[in-house]
């Protein structure tokens, strides 16, 4: 058996909404870029949704529309895709890092509440917290750390689409000022690479339309010179190519008719998982109690007092037997890139230990059961051993 840790659901629908858009005019930003990005603002139930070609483009956009820049830093969790951090690299600002709470492996609002105090003549200008696995970072005590000190929140949502968090949508914005998504291939639902803005707000709407597309705009009211027809359009500042083809808008819009499926068979999973690991030594995944996960992830650590094993033995033991384990996250200060910044080993050490622990298990809507209980299998055979 072969297991990888993520697969990515494609239906005969999405293959025929694909090869749809190849017959006809629209291959690049055309109708259903547009019906795509009204489906997830309704789905999570933000005012605007501006679709672009990666998650990694949306952080870039949406941090150069906040005013991210020259002397301005951004602090994000160190247990992060290292796009979260670059990003604000790209803008010519600096990134930082608060330490995660070792229960849910987000940014923890005690260690930010420590860092805002040592910082208080130097803080960040804009809060990133990324709700790791698809559960909710502590928002509503993020949020007033952040509103007490004036600054900005947006939410790296990669991972939770279909996440909620007291009852609302991961992406209603209630907590920040805007969020990104991700749809790469193994995240909750994909449009092959692709990613997307959600805000209520018009302005930053605005800007970040204009800015994936080389900061044009084609609205007279806009225009700083006399319009001189209907050809003329302006460039009214520095933007980009970070459109997202219709085709990628296809594949897109028609995973996200299944964004409820998904989830809950992830969930589904997870409780199979959970049950089949309880009596294991291993450290299973908490569950905040004002939230409902997506659960991009499944991570378990290990309780190494417990194990004879390396976690390295382990992982090699479980890729040997077929099962394809992943780590998320090596944390972002510790690679070489951020050290020769000055980040240093043992900065941020509930990151560090969580990450000499974890293994990511496979999950995905199409993981079978019995493919799970062939992992579960392995993994108790290994640490038993
Ligand atoms: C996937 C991911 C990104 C980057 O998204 P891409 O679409 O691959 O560019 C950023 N942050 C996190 C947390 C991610 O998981």
């Given at each position: 058996m072969k297991i990888p840790y993520a697969r990515p659901d494609i239906t005969p629908d999405d293959i025929k909404a694909v090869t749809d858009i190849l017959q006809?005019?629209?291959?690049?930003?055309?109708?259903l870029q547009e019906r795509f990005e009204s489906a997830i603002a309704k789905y999570t139930g933000a005012r605007y949704a501006v679709g672009v070609s990666s998650g990694t483009a949306a952080l870039h956009l949406l941090y150069l529309a906040m005013g991210v820049g020259p002397g301005r830093t951004i602090w994000t969790s160190p247990n992060t895709f290292v796009a979260t951090a670059n990003a604000s690299l790209y803008c010519g600002g600096k990134a930082d890092f608060v330490d995660i709470d070792?229960?849910?492996?987000?940014?923890s609002p005690e260690a930010l509440a420590k860092k805002l105090k040592i910082h208080e003549k130097d803080l960040p200008f804009l809060i990133v917290p990324v709700h790791f696995a698809g559960q909710s970072c502590a928002m509503e005590e993020i949020r007033s750390l952040a509103e007490a000190h004036g600054i900005a929140i947006v939410e790296d949502a990669s991972h939770a689409i279909g996440t909620a968090y007291q009852g609302r949508p991961?992406?209603?914005?209630q907590w920040s000022d805007a969020a990104v998504l991700s749809f790469h291939a193994?995240?909750?639902?994909?449009?092959g690479e692709g990613g997307m803005i959600l805000t209520n707000r018009a302005d930053l709407y605005e800007r970040l339309v204009r800015l994936r597309s080389h900061?044009?705009?084609?609205h007279p009211e806009l225009f700083s010179q006399p319009n001189p027809g209907p050809w003329y359009y302006e460039q009214l500042e520095l933007g980009y190519n970070y459109r997202l083809t219709d085709i990628q808008a296809a594949l897109g819009l028609s995973q996200t008719n299944r964004i409820t499926t998904y989830v809950a068979r992830r969930a589904e999973l997870v409780r199979s998982y959970n049950q089949a690991l309880a009596d294991l030594p291993l450290t299973l995944p908490w569950q905040d109690p004002r939230g409902s996960p997506s659960w991009h992830l499944y991570v378990v650590q290990l309780v190494s007092e417990r194990i004879k094993k390396t976690q390295r033995e382990i992982f090699e033991c479980l890729q040997r037997g077929g099962i394809g384990v992943n780590l998320h996250y090596i944390p972002v200060h510790l690679q070489p890139f951020y050290q020769k910044l000055g980040?240093?080993?043992?900065?941020f050490p509930e990151a560090e230990s969580y990450y000499r622990r974890a293994i990511t298990l496979p999950l995905f809507p199409g993981l079978q059961l019995d493919e799970l209980n062939f992992v579960v299998d392995q993994l108790r055979a290994i640490l038993l051993d």
């Open positions: 006809t005019d629209w291959l690049t930003q055309g109708p070792p229960r849910t492996y987000n940014l991961v992406g209603c914005c193994v995240k909750i639902i994909t449009s900061g044009i705009t084609r980040f240093r080993v043992g900065d």
